[in-house]
């Protein structure tokens, strides 16, 4: 078994997640047809709201992992960082509608204690794991630096997620509004990171056509 951990670990990151991204695809299907299902039978627009927001971050994230795989040329590199930028702009607005949703028709969602610490557990460590992922990209070329940021960008919501269910158990009040603000507050940092993936990518594409290094 240790044999094979340290085979994986030993896999250059480029093809992980080429691996990773075959992976994801077929996840993240059945993840959304899983969430809207379940959205809309206990009328949850925020699993809703996730299911979209999730698709539109695994549809980047596929991307990069088939650009990995196929792309040699730095310009397609550059086209694809700022697609993934705009694709993550525009789904933050997705998701931050949930936000807007619970503020006009606000809902409180309840869990069992045993539940909810799951819940916040397994959002705590995917946030966490994002976070070693991005500050590894430093010196990466630029697809695996947009698979880690759109990857952070998928974790970002595991904050609501994980406050959310903190709150069910340890409240009574009703913290829905409390909930919609901090989804909106997330929302705005996850469009906060599709607009620097498009600047960036952007400037380095201008590297590229013109050899202006300083843009950089």
Known sequence: MMRLIHAFRSIPERNKIIVYGRLNMIKGLFYFIFK????????????????????????????????????????????????????????SICYASYAVIQLFNPSNTKYHMIVGII????????????????????????????????????A????????????????????????????GIVGVFIFAIGIYLIVHGILMKRVYTTGITNAK
């Open 36 to 91: 809207i299902v379940v959205g809309i039978v206990f009328n949850s627009s925020l699993l809703i709201a996730m299911a979209l927001y999730n698709l539109c971050i695994d549809l980047v994230k596929v991307n990069c992992s088939r650009g990995l795989k196929k792309n040699t040329d730095d310009l397609k590199d550059c086209n694809s960082y700022i697609t993934g930028g705009i694709v993550i702009a525009v789904s």
């Open 119 to 154: 819940i916040a557990l397994f959002a705590t460590y995917s946030i966490v794991m994002s976070i070693i992922g991005v500050v590894k990209t430093r010196g990466k070329t630029m697809l695996i630096k947009e698979y880690r940021l759109a990857n952070f960008a998928g």
């Open 156 to 183: 970002f919501t595991n904050i609501v997620l994980a406050q959310i269910a903190i709150l069910s158990f340890t409240t009574e009040a009703n913290m829905a509004s409390y909930n919609a603000l901090v989804s």
